[in-house]
């Protein structure tokens, strides 16, 4: 993403922050895995939204109306010892020079910087309670200013939290956004259909796994989202089962939830298919409902929907059918006010996508779902799952566990599903596995 995109954002930051206060955000912190090796390095979302700046040990500062400079950046001075070991890293010049800051420091002259610039502000806007070293360190330099009152120094009086103004911008997405958006969720959704042309009984659930992050890093993408769900069998009525280790059987179902990351941007699918390339009558039955459901809420995905109108319409849907099949019994209005369905759909219809895979924002405004508007992504995935030891139910449908999830943007005029390449209805994916 280019350094524009960044700096737009801090100016529409610092526009709200406002003349006369201060921002705040720290990086993520490196996280030891054990010994002398790391957990790889990701970058808080929330910095690098406002930097582009991939690298721990630094701080970023917004000072609006600045004139020796509004945007500053703490960080590790560059290191040709480190730099030989771990390899480049920006340091002081490169934090200026390609990162677009008006001036940068050492990371350890912190303690002895930040307060005078903390002078005199009216409010400090930072992520409260995100990074317990920030907030330690906010509250010194606050209480240090405090004490030199008596020599006419402010210290400031309000603590703001940053994220009720950050978040809000990371809600819309921009056309750079949606463009990391469309590639994650494009290479995401061939690796779906890797895994249904791969897919045989014998293989394991971690071998169906592998070809999907193969295909992810083949294709430039070497960060998963968050951890594969591979779920064989009754492993899929666990939501977020991850041992991904068991055998594929004959006649079982495999739902995979899997998605790759472009340049910190997530893409989330869930697709469910038949080991064997046929559907058995009840799996059809169950997925026809399931994919009827994700039609129904589709169609509220438009601009001045409110968020949850996608999902109570897959409830009318999914309670409706469960009575249809026997699952449930009992007059729907009544099943729907009491949550009956629950038993078998437990999980709301979806969440915001975005640099999280449950990316920020609220979902309601002032005590009322939040209208939709366009720029916004969310995911849409209803889905149902019979335990396998549930005895209120035939045994037919014992054990089968069912979910369909695609990333679906908000259009001026309505929704564009980003995830479309992955088949999904009965005839597309056994037509699929069958060619296979």
């Given at each position: 993403?280019?350094?524009?995109?960044?700096?737009?954002?801090?100016?529409?930051?610092?526009?709200?922050?406002?003349?006369?206060?201060?921002?705040?955000?720290?990086?993520?912190?490196?996280?030891?895995?054990?010994?002398?090796?790391?957990?790889?390095?990701?970058?808080?979302?929330?910095?690098?939204?406002?930097?582009?700046?991939?690298?721990?040990?630094?701080?970023?500062?917004?000072?609006?109306?600045?004139?020796?400079?509004?945007?500053?950046?703490?960080?590790?001075?560059?290191?040709?010892?480190?730099?030989?070991?771990?390899?480049?890293?920006?340091?002081?010049?490169?934090?200026?020079?390609?990162?677009?800051?008006?001036?940068?420091?050492?990371?350890?002259?912190?303690?002895?910087?930040?307060?005078?610039?903390?002078?005199?502000?009216?409010?400090?806007?930072?992520?409260?309670?995100?990074?317990?070293?920030?907030?330690?360190?906010?509250?010194?330099?606050?209480?240090?200013?405090?004490?030199?009152?008596r020599t006419g120094i402010c210290a400031p009086l309000e603590l703001v939290s940053l994220e009720q103004i950050l978040h809000e911008m990371r809600l819309i997405k921009s056309a750079a956004e949606l463009q990391l958006m469309r590639n994650a969720a494009e290479i995401s959704a061939q690796a779906h259909v890797k895994a249904m042309q791969s897919c045989k009984p014998g293989l394991f659930e971690y071998q169906i796994e592998a070809e999907m992050i193969y295909h992810f890093q083949q294709r430039g993408l070497r960060a998963v989202a968050y951890p594969s769900i591979v779920a064989t069998g009754k492993n899929a009525c666990v939501l977020h089962y991850t041992d991904n280790k068991d055998k594929l059987k004959h006649g079982d179902l495999?739902?995979?939830?899997?998605?790759?990351?472009?340049?910190?941007?997530?893409?989330?699918?869930?697709?469910?298919?038949?080991?064997?390339?046929?559907?058995?009558?009840?799996?059809?039955?169950?997925?026809?409902?399931?994919?009827?459901?994700?039609?129904?809420?589709?169609?509220?995905?438009?601009?001045?929907?409110?968020?949850?109108?996608?999902?109570?319409?897959?409830?009318?849907?999914?309670?409706?059918?469960?009575?249809?099949?026997?699952?449930?019994?009992?007059?729907?209005?009544?099943?729907?006010?009491?949550?009956?369905?629950?038993?078998?759909?437990?999980?709301?219809?979806?969440?915001?996508?975005?640099?999280?895979?449950?990316?920020?924002?609220?979902?309601?405004?002032?005590?009322?779902?939040?209208?939709?508007?366009?720029?916004?992504?969310?995911?849409?995935?209803?889905?149902?799952?019979?335990?396998?030891?549930?005895?209120?139910?035939?045994?037919?449908?014992?054990?089968?566990?069912?979910?369909?999830?695609?990333?679906?943007?908000?259009?001026?005029?309505?929704?564009?599903?980003?995830?479309?390449?992955?088949?999904?209805?009965?005839?597309?994916?056994?037509?699929?596995?069958?060619?296979?």
């Amino acid at each position: 993403m280019k350094q524009t995109e960044f700096k737009k954002r801090r100016k529409q930051l610092m526009q709200q922050i406002g003349k006369g206060n201060i921002g705040l955000i720290a990086s993520a912190s490196t996280r030891t895995r054990n010994r002398d090796v790391d957990y790889p390095f990701r970058q808080d979302s929330d910095f690098y939204y406002l930097t582009g700046f991939n690298e721990p040990e630094a701080l970023a500062v917004f000072i609006p109306g600045r004139t020796q400079g509004q945007y500053l950046l703490f960080c590790r001075e560059y290191d040709e010892k480190k730099a030989l070991w771990e390899g480049a890293h920006a340091g002081l010049g490169g934090a200026t020079r390609d990162y677009g800051a008006d001036d940068a420091f050492p990371i350890d002259d912190l303690d002895e910087i930040l307060p005078g610039l903390l002078e005199n502000k009216a409010k400090v806007f930072y992520p409260m309670g995100q990074n317990s070293d920030l907030d330690h360190h906010l509250l010194d330099w606050v209480h240090h200013l405090r004490s030199q009152s008596r020599t006419g120094i402010c210290a400031p009086l309000e603590l703001v939290s940053l994220e009720q103004i950050l978040h809000e911008m990371r809600l819309i997405k921009s056309a750079a956004e949606l463009q990391l958006m469309r590639n994650a969720a494009e290479i995401s959704a061939q690796a779906h259909v890797k895994a249904m042309q791969s897919c045989k009984p014998g293989l394991f659930e971690y071998q169906i796994e592998a070809e999907m992050i193969y295909h992810f890093q083949q294709r430039g993408l070497r960060a998963v989202a968050y951890p594969s769900i591979v779920a064989t069998g009754k492993n899929a009525c666990v939501l977020h089962y991850t041992d991904n280790k068991d055998k594929l059987k004959h006649g079982d179902l495999l739902l995979i939830d899997a998605g790759a990351e472009c340049d910190h941007y997530a893409a989330d699918i869930t697709r469910t298919f038949p080991v064997s390339g046929r559907f058995t009558e009840p799996q059809k039955l169950l997925y026809q409902l399931v994919l009827e459901a994700q039609s129904a809420a589709l169609a509220q995905i438009k601009p001045g929907e409110p968020w949850n109108a996608a999902h109570d319409a897959s409830v009318n849907v999914l309670t409706k059918g469960l009575v249809a099949l026997g699952l449930l019994k009992g007059k729907v209005s009544k099943l729907i006010k009491n949550e009956a369905y629950k038993a078998f759909y437990m999980h709301r219809i979806g969440h915001w996508l975005g640099m999280d895979v449950h990316d920020v924002g609220d979902y309601k405004v002032a005590g009322d779902w939040r209208l939709l508007e366009a720029g916004m992504v969310l995911t849409v995935e209803p889905g149902l799952y019979i335990p396998a030891d549930c005895k209120t139910v035939a045994e037919q449908w014992r054990g089968i566990g069912i979910r369909i999830e695609d990333d679906v943007l908000v259009t001026a005029d309505g929704h564009e599903v980003l995830t479309g390449l992955a088949p999904k209805t009965v005839e597309e994916i056994e037509a699929l596995m069958q060619a296979a």
